[in-house]
């Protein structure tokens, strides 16, 4: 297999630096909320401050990778009215689409 090239390298270093990445985001008193309405609460950590701890170190590292790493401070009510209108369930997938979505609409208004 060949290497990439310099243009190859610096081209994909810039598509990197131009992403614009989602980080979910809560307050103590929302995470609580998502996660008891949650039909995979197995997929939180057990505590909020176990969840802040890895929610930084993983915003931390796609920053450190180029991304532009956007915290998304999740509304509980507003996810759970988003999932009814797209017949969606409270879990990992819909919520990080929940995300995307937001953050999309958000950055090309």
């Not at 008193?29 to 998502?34: G, I, K, M, R």
């Not at 930084?56 to 509304?75: H, K, M, N, P």
Request: glycine letters at 2%; aromatic letters at 10%; a positive charge.
């Amino acid at each position: 297999m060949r290497k990439p090239s310099l243009l190859e390298r610096l081209r994909a270093k810039k598509r990197i630096q131009s992403m614009i990445v989602g980080v979910t985001w809560y307050t103590a008193e929302t995470w609580a909320q998502v996660k008891t309405a949650a039909v995979d609460p197995e997929r939180f950590e057990n505590s909020f401050s176990e969840w802040e701890t890895m929610a930084v170190s993983t915003r931390r590292e796609l920053q450190r990778s180029g991304a532009r790493a956007l915290e998304f401070y999740i509304i509980p009510q507003e996810l759970f009215d988003w999932c009814a209108l797209n017949s969606k369930v409270n879990n990992a997938e819909s919520r990080a689409e929940f995300v995307s979505e937001k953050l999309t609409v958000a950055h090309n208004s």
